[in-house]
């Protein structure tokens, strides 16, 4: 079955530390990845996808497939990233599978 | 400058009496969306619209049934709720083909009392 696990519910950081929320994924074929953001009392947004390979809000994620993972970081936590974190994996051509989210939050 | 909007934000409805809830998209996507996120768990596709092509997620109870009428909006109808339907349900739209990012509504969140 096509599975995305992120294994901690609740993250918590200090302003300043490097930040890992964790994905690891299950999928019989080429994989293509994103990470949304939810801010408090805003919408979900995709922050990135694994395909572009960019930074976004200093956020990076690379795709392993021998460990079936696509880990997001950011060197450098900032108050403003506080929010909720989903990993998702396109399923056939126009479904998304969400992970059970992040909620993370930078304490200053 | 809203793109995808969901009305109402919250909508409280009793145990069986029908209920609809709308959506409707500015962006002109040709693939809309309805997810259901109980608390604390991952966001559930229910179904989705590819232009007027339904596709049913095989678990989504009958119970659940959407409709849309035009390329802007989407409808999701619930016909008789139970206590376990209450949840937030988000509508969503793609561009289809080999779209690169879905674009989410802020939600509904549906009370059953």
């Known amino acids: 079955a096509q599975r995305v696990t992120q294994p901690e519910k609740l993250l918590s950081v200090f302003k300043g530390a490097p930040v890992e929320l964790k994905c690891n994924y299950s999928y019989s074929g080429s994989p293509e990845l994103f990470w949304y953001v939810q801010y408090s009392r805003q919408r979900l947004q995709l922050l990135l996808r694994h395909i572009s390979r960019e930074s976004i809000k200093g956020f990076t994620a690379d795709l392993n497939k021998g460990e079936t993972s696509f880990h997001l970081k950011k060197p450098f936590a900032q108050e403003e990233d506080s929010a909720m974190y989903y990993c998702?994996?396109?399923?056939?051509?126009?479904?998304?599978?969400f992970g059970q989210g992040t909620r993370l939050t930078i304490n200053p | 400058d809203a793109m995808v909007i969901q009305n109402p934000r919250y909508q409280v409805t009793q145990f069986g009496k029908p209920v609809t809830l709308s959506c409707s998209q500015t962006l002109n996507h040709n693939v809309m969306y309805w997810y259901q996120q109980k608390s604390s768990q991952a966001p559930k596709l229910l179904f989705h619209y590819y232009d007027k092509d339904f596709n049913n997620e095989a678990d989504t109870p009958d119970n659940f049934q959407s409709r849309r009428p035009n390329t802007s909006f989407c409808f999701l109808d619930i016909r008789s709720p139970g206590l376990g339907d209450a949840a937030m349900y988000l509508c969503?739209?793609?561009?289809?083909?080999?779209?690169?990012?879905?674009?989410f509504g802020q939600g509904t969140r549906l009370t059953v009392v």
């Open positions: 998702a994996l396109r399923q056939g051509a126009q479904k998304l599978v």
């Open positions: 969503a739209t793609s561009r289809g083909g080999d779209w690169v990012e879905a674009f």
